[in-house]
């Protein structure tokens, strides 16, 4: 899956949780946490000096 895909997966997972009784709404919320997880190594992370700029560093 592509990371547009899997946000989509992720969102619909929180979309359907808002309407679902506790037990599926955990089970829907850990999926979506499953997605952010595959999201997070997926998309290129900044490098130092983009991270340092961002925070303020030189």
């Known amino acids: ?3 547009t895909t ?3 997966q992720a969102e619909r997972c929180r ?3 808002g309407h679902a009784d506790p ?3 955990k089970r ?3 999926l979506a946490a499953e997605y952010d997880a ?3 190594q997926l998309e290129p ?3 130092v000096a983009t991270r ?5 560093e030189t």
Do not use: V, W
Request: net charge positive.
């Open 1 to 3: 899956m592509d990371i």
């Open 6 to 8: 899997l946000k989509e």
């Open 15 to 17: 979309r359907l949780a």
């Open 23 to 25: 037990f599926t709404q």
């Open 28 to 30: 829907l919320l850990e």
């Open 38 to 40: 595959r999201i997070a």
């Open 45 to 47: 992370r900044p490098s």
């Open 52 to 56: 340092n700029l961002r925070n303020g």
